[in-house]
């Protein structure tokens, strides 16, 4: 089964930085996308951004500018700068792709909470 572990969530002042890992296990077969939504209390989860295998980026508009996403293999990090008080969220990875013989897989970590302090 396809596992996701996230870390590297903390809390933090406003302006800041954090850096959050995610490791991919369990793959039989290949990973088109990995990428970061984030939740906050009474709010819908929303993408922050993603990275295709070729390497291709997509941010929201509200990170443009101040995170980051690469991947390395199984591995998806965010780099968030500037930090806001509204950045404060559960943040979740997540991995699409398909199985070896075909099926497809869309697989969520458990999240990790970022909180920003004004």
């Known amino acids: 089964q396809v596992q996701l572990l996230e870390s590297g969530g903390d809390l933090v002042q406003a302006g800041g930085s954090l850096r959050l890992s995610c490791a991919v296990s369990g793959v039989t077969g290949v990973i088109n996308v990995m990428g970061w939504y984030r939740q906050a209390p009474g709010q819908q989860r929303e993408l922050v951004a993603a990275?295709?295998?070729?390497?291709t980026s997509n941010y929201a508009d509200f990170v443009k500018g101040r995170f980051t996403i690469s991947r390395d293999k199984n591995t998806v990090t965010l780099l968030m700068n500037s930090l806001k008080p509204e950045d404060t969220a559960v943040y979740y990875c997540?991995?699409?792709?398909?199985?070896?013989?075909?099926?497809?897989?869309?697989?969520w970590g458990q999240g990790t909470q970022v909180t920003v302090s004004s």
């Open positions: 990275i295709t295998s070729g390497g």
């Open positions: 997540n991995a699409e792709g398909r199985r070896l013989f075909g099926s497809p897989f869309n697989s």
